[in-house]
């Protein structure tokens, strides 16, 4: 499985836009990456997949450049609301494995006023 | 649709105890996973089922651990002789077939004194 690579912590104001890269070097060509968000006491939460180039969605849009070797989730205008840890995982989620997730440490973002 | 519960919640035990806990998945989903993730770590893999098979198990789970699905629907995790180094969040997720997005629980958060 391809390992990725986040920042630790971020910290944001509100109203702002945030961008949480992941790098994962060693990507396979069947590899998805997929971000899920996680607050205190709760199970992580799906946010965005995508293969490659740009995915968005209600909440987020994901940047993928060419080489896949990483990966920018962003956030618009984000809240206090949205203080949690990020993760990013990269896999094949289509064979094989049954495609447990696996999960690096994220990143802890933090919203001030 | 409900989503996952989980439950209990919150489970304090004594060393050598056994727990056991219940994970009810979004019906009609086949696949059922149940990962644990301690402090500051993300969700680590321990055990899937595909409706009442159990398909793989990590590493993580040791012979203390034993997981069922009896009838394809809800699942229970048991831990024997639990000890100290077992107090984690317990979560479990479940998606409607392979590489669908897995959706988790709340989680059941074990002390184990």
């Known amino acids: 499985l391809a390992k990725t690579t986040q920042p630790i912590s971020m910290d944001s104001y509100e109203g702002q836009e945030v961008n949480i890269t992941c790098s994962h070097n060693?990507?396979?060509?069947?590899?998805?990456i997929t971000w899920y968000q996680q607050f205190p006491s709760q199970g992580p939460r799906f946010i965005i997949q995508g293969y490659k180039t740009k995915v968005t969605n209600e909440v987020a849009s994901l940047f993928i450049p060419a080489d896949r070797k990483s990966s920018t989730l962003s956030l618009p205008r984000v809240s206090l609301s949205d203080t949690a840890v990020y993760y990013c995982l990269v896999g094949d989620i289509l064979t094989g494995g049954g495609n447990k997730l696996t999960f690096g440490t994220g990143t802890q973002l933090k919203v001030e006023l | 649709d409900t989503g996952v519960s989980q439950d209990p919640r919150h489970k304090i035990t004594k060393r050598g105890q056994n727990v056991t806990f219940r994970c009810d998945p979004i019906?009609?989903?086949?696949?059922l996973y149940w990962y644990r993730q301690t402090l500051g770590q993300g969700p680590e893999f321990l055990t899937y089922?595909?409706?009442?098979?159990?398909?793989?198990k990590s590493r993580l789970l040791s012979n203390r651990f034993s997981a069922e699905r009896p009838k394809g629907s809800f699942s229970t995790l048991e831990i024997q002789r639990t000890e100290q180094g077992d107090s984690a969040m317990y979560l479990c997720a479940s998606s409607l077939t392979s590489g669908e997005t897995q959706y988790f629980g709340p989680g059941t958060r074990l002390l184990v004194l």
């Open positions: 089922f595909q409706n009442e098979a159990q398909l793989e």
């Open positions: 019906s009609e989903h086949n696949r």
């Open positions: 060693n990507i396979a060509t069947n590899d998805y």
